[in-house]
């Protein structure tokens, strides 16, 4: 289980896609709605665009931003960084810990295929990513 390539978390996922030009109202509703807590942004040919998390929707708000007037494009971190489908869960996991993300886009050729969380992995793979940490902490 250790070595599940990603190809298989994201199986029969379908993962929320928005475009650049939608409202950060209708992201928060839609990530609501679904209980995710991240948007993919893409172009009209599927290509990613951006990201955009709960952390973000808090950040606009503690501001004062109109959420509702607000667009994605203006939102979102763009170009986010991404990991093909064929890297196992602890390469996903490894980026997502090094970097500080919850959540990692999946991406072939600039197209969306999905999205992991820390959320989608379990224990033994968490607990690897911990003994590896401790690990190179401790050679460091």
């Given at each position: 289980m250790l070595n599940r390539n990603l190809s298989l978390v994201i199986k029969d996922q379908n993962p929320l896609i928005l475009?650049?030009?939608?409202s950060v109202q209708l992201a928060c509703h839609?990530?609501?709605e679904r209980r995710v807590g991240a948007v993919l942004v893409v172009d009209?040919?599927?290509?990613?665009?951006?990201?955009?998390?709960s952390r973000?929707?808090?950040?606009?708000?503690?501001?004062?931003?109109?959420?509702?007037?607000?667009?994605?494009?203006?939102?979102?971190?763009?170009n986010p960084d991404?990991?093909?489908?064929?890297?196992?869960?602890?390469?996903?996991l490894r980026t997502m810990?090094?970097?500080?993300?919850?959540?990692?886009?999946i991406v072939e050729n600039g197209k969306v295929l999905g999205i992991v969380s820390k959320g989608d992995f379990k224990g033994d793979?968490?607990?690897r990513l911990e003994t590896e940490t401790h690990l190179w902490e401790s050679i460091g």
């Open positions: 475009s650049p030009d939608d839609q990530m609501s009209e040919h599927n290509n990613l665009k951006g990201i955009f998390t973000d929707a808090v950040w606009l708000i503690a501001e004062g931003k109109d959420i509702h007037a607000f667009k994605l494009a203006d939102a979102m971190t763009p991404t990991i093909t489908s064929d890297r196992t869960v602890i390469d996903a810990c090094d970097c500080g993300y919850r959540h990692l886009p793979e968490m607990t």
